[in-house]
Structure formats: C-alpha cells, structure tokens
C-alpha cells in the first residue's frame, strides 16, 4: 500500500505541477520497492493471463520503464509502466503461470493483450452484468475482472481462482 | 420573439414542466434531480435534463434521462438519439477528434462536437465540447476495443445522456494535451476513415459545462432529501449550480474537503486509509468487508441478515485537515429490492480491485447538501484546488 500511495502522489504532483513527473515515479519506485530491478528487453512470447512468466516483457512492449521483479511469499510481482502511462503488475505463481494482473492509472492497460484467452471471457460476461460507470465486477467462466475509480483514476485487476497458488489469498492482488 | 426569446421560453416551459409543484420557489440557476427507474429500469441513478444547440442558433434538442455523475467530467449524448447539427471538433492537422472515454463496465468511443448547452435558467455555456458516443463513421481503432467491452447504445447505459460534473473542468486535462507528461491516450485523430492516438488540447477535450456557464460557473451542489431504510419509489431534489455565487449555494460554515489531481480524497474504512470517491454516477456505497454476507441469488450486493451500521473517515488531501465520521447502514439487498422502489438508502457492495477505495455511490447524497467546486474556478475562501463540501440537509 505504501509503495502504491508514493505512486499516487507522483502523479498528483503532475498534475497539479503540470511537471515532468516519469523522473519523479522513477525516484519512488527505487525508493520504496526492495528488490532487484531487472531491465529485460527479450521478447520470447507472451505473458498473458494463464501463460508463463518467462515473457512479461512482451507485455511491456513500449514500456515507460524496465520491468522491476519482486518476488514475495508464494508469487512474484512483475511490475512495468506500459505506453499508455498505466502501472501494471502481473502475478506469477511459483510454477511459472500468471494468475493475475492487476493495473492503475489514467489510461486504460491493453486488456486484450493482458488477459490474454481469457479476454473473451470477460467480455462476453461483462455483457450480462450490470453496468457501473465508475465500479464493476464481472464474474465470467474463468476470470472475475473489478475495476473501479472515478475517469482520472481507473484501478482494476483481473485473475483466475483456478490458477491461484495455494495460501495466496485474492486480497492480496492489489 | 426574437431567437434568444424563444429559447429562453422554450426552456422556461421544460423547466416549469419539469418542477412541478417546486416552479414557485425555483431560481435560475437550479434543475431537478429526481431519482427514477427511467426507461431502462436504473436503480439509484439521479436524472436531469439539458438543452443542446447548434452553436450560435436556436436549432436545439433536449437531452432527457441525462444522468448525473460528480465522477467523470463532461456532457455525453449517443449518436442513436441525436437530433441536430453538431460541428466537429479539429486538431491543428485538420483531423476530427475523437475519443475512447474510460469507464468501469464499458470504454465510450465516439467523436467529439461543439455544442451550446442550455442548464435550468442560466444563461448557456458556448461551444461546449461534447463526446457523441457510437458516432458513426468513425470505427472504433483496435487500441480502443482493447480496453475492455464498449458501450454503443443507451439501453447498455441505462441512460440517455451523462452530465459529469465532477471537480475538473477537462475530462483529462494536462496529461491528453500536446507535451503532456504521460498521456493516457485517450484522444485520437481521425482522418481518411480511419483514427490514430493523438494530444488533444485543453480547449478542444470534453469539458464539464458547468465550468464553461458564464456565471454559476464554479461548481454544483446537489441536494437529495432523506428517504426511509426501505427506499423511495422516486426523489425529487435539485443539481444547483455555483459556489458561494448565490443565496442558494453558500458553502457557509461548511467544511471543505480537498481532492487530489484524480478527484479523489482520503477515507479510512476498518483502519486504513484509501482512495474516497463521491459518486453520484455509482448506484450504491461500495467498499470491501469479507465480514458482511453477499447475497445469495448472485447479484453481488451485501446481504446482511440484518442492518449493520458501519463508520468511515472522510478526510481531505493531502492535508488529513478537516476530517469527519460518516455513519452508513448496509441492508440485505434481496430483501429491499423486494419493493419496486428506484432509490435505496442502505444499498451497498464489495469495491473489489483489492483495498484500493471506498466509492461513496448515491446512497451518500440522499439527506446531505454536497458541493462539488470544480478546480481553479472558486475563490477564498474554497480557494483553487479541487474540493468535495458536505453538510446534513438535502
């Protein structure tokens, strides 16, 4: 929680500032993430919901910074800023396979590209789930999709209770 | 008559219409708010309605079933139900612009339109930009299909137009504006048939026309009476415009809450603090407590057995200073949803997304005065920056 509440003020210095705030985030992100910062700058394959880990990097594909890993109790955390400005982080269970991303910011993450077979899942149950402007739940076959925030501040998270690792509870995709 | 009469007449008519009983003690500067199923059946949604014009004449239409969201910022109206001429916006190369508007449940995308927008009795806001969702012509770029399901109709909405007026002028702002710091991409140019992420300048994105009135132009407050733990079949309140600008919408001894450059302040719900929201575009109180049961017919609002009243802290950011408990009661929405009612004090359900927010939906603006101040619009002492107001009393 502390590491996203640097995140926000970040951003809240920029817009307010109207200043260039990437060197800023960058600052905190180094500041208040302890773990190995790895730049990784392959692209052998894709790192979708359900896919392996191996390839998050396809995923960060125009990538406002490296990918920065943070292994904790029974996942590891991949952390990038994609080009539209969204912080995104994929959870990789200890086997490899990413049960869930979660994501904030203005914009909107490539959610096709980020749930990968799982997109089409969301979709067509979003379209039987009602609608909510700045909060929705959507609970599908396989992936239940939350998003949530007023338009300048979207936050959401996706994942598959069937790919959850053992002791890791969804509270913990934040 | 001339024009200027006749639109003023016409408008005075819907607006007389419109108030019933209340038209005696009506100001200029106040519409109606009334909580109603509408024709798609929406629960807890605040409706009101606007007058849009070709710029500079008197060829308009109205926007009915316009509902009110203090959580996004900007008039939208869909293609299916527009009537009239609306000029394009440009971008500096001679592209239309365009948009792909976040949501929670949907993406908008459509093209941007210049509009003068009529509101209560006051006199309109020029050349408003404003989204017309499903335009045709323009197909949606694969960039915005990406982004989740879209929204393309009215019934998918629930209603007819959305009447942000949150506490920014521009749906984006700075960060969508050629040079912005990390631009989000939300606008697009659009030229040849087909559109492109592009920088939109301020002047040129979706602007709150609240923002662009002549006077009154500082901000809204809202005012929904109380209504009983079981719900009301409609509430008849009122979206004032202005701050400190008029008798009646005098922030007074009213403590105000500032937000953040998302629109948001600070709540602590069970011992943390989180991202707060006052959301008249959210139907219930949404927040996250794996102590209250769900319902068991899968709507996935809470179900308690019984009430429970729960407490959270509204403080402003990123002060903390003021700060205030707000009481709220959660009900077994099964059970409340047993009447036919439109508008449910005790509505409420998970937030999810982890422990990221506490979004205080309608239930929140019933028996409360809240004050939305747009920001750099109001003067000391509100001063500049963004802020929420509230006080009991709808």
Partial sequence: ?174 | MNRRNMLAALLAAMFVAAMGAHAAQAQSNVLPMTVKPGPYGYTNGGFTFALICTPGTSTCQAITVNLVDTGSFGLRIFAQTKQIYLPPEFNAAGGKIAECTPFTSFSAWGGIKQADVYMAGEPPARNVPIQVIASGGLPVPASCSATGPMLTSPQQAGFKGLLGVGVFAQDCGPSCAPGGSGNPGWYYSCSGGSCTQSAAGIKKQVTNPVAMLPQDNQGVLVQLPAIGSGGAPTVSGSLIFGINSESNNQLGSTKVFNTDGFGEINTNFNNGWVAGLFDTGSNGLFFNDPSIPMCADGSGWFCPTLPVTLSAINASKPTFVPSKTNYFTVDNATDLFLSSNAAYNDLAAPLGTGTSGFDWGLPFFFGRSVYVGIYQMNAAPAGPMPFFAFRAGG
């Fill in chain 1, 1 to 174: 929680m502390l590491f996203h509440s640097a995140l926000k003020y970040g951003y809240y210095f920029d817009r307010m500032k109207e200043e260039n705030s990437i060197a800023l985030i960058v600052r905190v992100m180094g500041a208040g993430v302890v773990a190995a910062v790895l730049a990784m700058t392959a692209s052998t394959g894709r790192a979708a919901l359900g896919q392996a880990e191996g390839s998050i990097a396809t995923d960060a594909i125009g990538a406002r910074a490296a990918v920065e890993m943070s292994p904790q109790a029974g996942f590891t955390v991949n952390r990038f800023t994609d080009a539209t400005s969204t912080n995104v982080r994929e959870y990789a269970a200890p086997n490899g396979i990413v049960f869930a991303v979660a994501w904030d910011g203005m914009g909107t993450p490539d959610l096709s590209r980020l749930l990968g077979a799982y997109y089409g899942d969301y979709v067509s149950a979003a379209a039987g789930a009602p609608a909510g402007l700045h909060r929705s739940r959507v609970v599908g076959q396989g992936v239940i999709v939350e998003r949530s925030g007023p338009m300048r501040a979207m936050r959401g998270r996706a994942y598959v209770p069937a790919l959850m690792p053992a002791g890791v509870d969804e509270s913990e995709i934040q």
